[in-house]
């Protein structure tokens, strides 16, 4: 995972750890006590019920993320940041655009360049967060309100 705050991994990792199953696999059975009842192993995997098994809480964190939240449309969000950059129209003869479909459409290497460059800063600001090594991105306040919803209250 990115650099990312170890407040916020560490509440990913509590509500992943809420939502998972300890996983006994070598008697592939499930250990909701923290032990297993048939070996007695506390060596145990994290069960996503109809996603699999595997150790720890890092791969529970995407999948949670993923049922939960929509991830970041970088290019909508790319494409109004330009345009407040550029709001106004270039003129080519006698057509008229607005300069993000003029930047698209003449030269789309450098405007997917430009979006890559565009998404590291946000990613490096911290505004944008990945948990699967860049492949999915989720606004960050959508995560910390997701931390927020799903961490328990106390009773009063």
Request: charge should be negative; aromatic fraction near 10%.
């Amino acid at each position: 995972m990115e650099a990312i705050d170890t407040e916020i991994i560490a509440a990913l990792t509590a509500i992943a750890t809420s939502k998972s199953i300890p996983f006994c696999y070598g008697c592939y059975t499930r250990a909701v006590t923290g032990r297993c009842t048939t070996c007695g192993s506390d060596d145990l995997m994290r069960e996503l019920p109809g996603i699999g098994v595997e150790y720890g809480c890092d791969w529970v964190i995407p999948d949670i993320l993923n049922a939960a939240l929509t991830a970041a449309n970088t290019e909508d969000a790319f494409e109004q940041s330009i345009a407040g950059c550029y709001p106004e129209t270039v003129q080519i003869g006698w057509l008229t655009y607005d300069t993000v479909s003029a930047i698209k459409e003449l030269d789309p290497v450098s405007w997917s360049l430009a979006h890559s460059e565009w998404l590291d800063s946000e990613v490096s600001d911290g505004n944008l967060l990945s948990f699967d090594g860049g492949g999915t991105h989720y606004w960050r306040t959508d995560v910390e309100d997701f931390i927020e919803a799903e961490e328990p209250q106390p009773e009063s």
